[in-house]
């Protein structure tokens, strides 16, 4: 695959890092405004205003959801590429201490307040680039990752198709592969993330007094027994090495001391490897979970739902992310991941349309290595527009690669 000369690749982390100063002040100011989930107004229309600023025109608004998508056009009309950010915060009260954090009782703990800035800084670098790109490049700025249901639903909507992208890349910052250096880049080429499945259950019983209790049916008698019984299906029905984890994250039932209740609610998530081991143990929940209730005199009613897929990394796209970090960064400072992660990215969905990678950048400072979601979360922003330089210089080469495919 020919590529962009690694000479011209250095001229162009020089010029990211001429932008620094504008990639933390974007940062800042996002960090600063987190808003959650779906309808993410004050951020899509900040990062509308810069892409304008940069001459790029942005597509039409969406009427259900936040995203913010446009094109970067190319020399040519050929086949384009997509890089991808995610835009929506978290319902976490910021507990950093720095002195642009969040007040509205919500945060950017994922870093998703880091990837909008780096792609806006990806976004500058090539637009100053299009009299030599080989074809365009489309940008994805999506709400609703923490949510799920955005990027299905952008794919449904034809963002992969006008113009038609060939391939999909991005990033995540934090410790979701365990914590790296700061600029540290991760690549782990097949599954690189877990498929999530949510999964409530609903036990069954028959209400009675506390001190009679054969005169009823006890579901959180049973709501106990079938979560010890849940965490046998990784430990006792998974090959060893299988990569999967089941949590129970929520009990519910009973008013008082001396009521048993007729129902309890169980609520938590599957993560797995693999969607064809995903939909195994999810059949797994209900069959454990039912048995059990009748076997104690009890029923109940399981819900499964699917949120995101495994993350699977085109082995071919993640070795030229590999390749572009580490002449842009250095050897040392690249490195293979060795299990896949247990968390889930809708970016999959993406990825199930087109080849591409997502891989793992390292921004947590040694004095704070608090992990993805905590109230103390934090991103060391020195390496901010390293993380734009390699989104950009992964979209160039991609392109040129593409061009000399002809």
């Not at 695959?1 to 001429?18: F, G, N, S, V």
């Not at 932008?19 to 899509?44: C, D, K, N, V």
């Not at 036990?203 to 979560?227: E, K, L, N, R, Y």
Request: charged share 20%.
């Amino acid at each position: 695959m020919h590529m962009e000369r690694p000479t011209a690749r250095k001229e162009l982390l020089e010029e990211a890092q001429a932008l620094a100063p504008e990639i933390i002040s974007w940062y800042r100011t996002l960090h600063r405004m987190p808003e959650t989930g779906w309808i993410l107004p004050e951020t899509a229309a900040f990062v509308r205003q810069e892409l304008e600023k940069m001459g790029i025109a942005c597509d039409a608004p969406y009427a259900e959801h936040s995203s913010v998508t446009a094109v970067i056009p190319g020399a040519e009309q050929g086949e384009g590429v997509a890089l991808r950010a995610d835009m929506d915060a978290l319902n976490v009260r910021e507990e950093t201490g720095l002195s642009y954090a969040a007040e509205n009782g919500n945060m950017h703990a994922c870093g998703h307040d880091a990837h909008t800035a780096m792609l806006l800084g990806a976004a500058k670098l090539l637009s100053r680039r299009t009299g030599r790109l080989p074809g365009p490049v489309r940008l994805i700025f999506q709400a609703g990752e923490e949510l799920s249901g955005v990027a299905e639903r952008l794919a449904q909507e034809g963002v992969l198709e006008t113009p038609h992208v060939g391939a999909v890349f991005g990033q995540h910052v934090g410790t979701l592969v365990g914590p790296l250096a700061v600029g540290t880049v991760a690549v782990k080429p097949g599954c690189a993330m877990a498929a999530k499945v949510r999964f409530a259950i609903t036990v069954h019983g028959c209400g009675c007094h506390s001190g009679t209790p054969t005169q009823g049916v006890d579901p959180i008698a049973i709501a106990a027994q079938i979560i010890t019984a849940l965490q046998t299906l990784v430990s006792r029905e998974c090959d060893a090495k299988e990569e999967a984890v089941l949590s129970v994250t929520s009990i519910h039932g009973g008013t008082a001391d001396n009521i048993i209740p007729d129902t309890v609610e169980l609520v938590g998530s599957l993560r797995a490897a693999g969607d064809a081991l995903s939909a195994r143990l999810s059949e797994r929940i209900e069959a454990v979970a039912k048995g059990i209730a009748q076997a104690m005199r009890g029923d109940c009613t399981v819900r499964r739902e699917l949120i995101c897929p495994a993350l699977q990394n085109d082995e071919a796209q993640t070795e030229l992310v590999r390749t572009l970090a580490a002449e842009l960064f250095g050897d040392a400072r690249v490195h293979t991941a060795g299990a896949p992660s247990m968390a889930s990215e809708d970016m999959a969905c993406y990825l199930q349309e087109r080849p591409g990678s997502f891989w793992f950048f390292g921004t947590q400072p040694e004095s704070c290595l608090e992990g993805n979601h905590s109230p103390r979360f934090t991103v060391a922003e020195s390496c901010l527009a390293d993380g734009a330089a390699l989104l950009a210089a992964t979209a160039e080469a991609w392109l040129c690669g593409a061009a000399c495919k002809k």
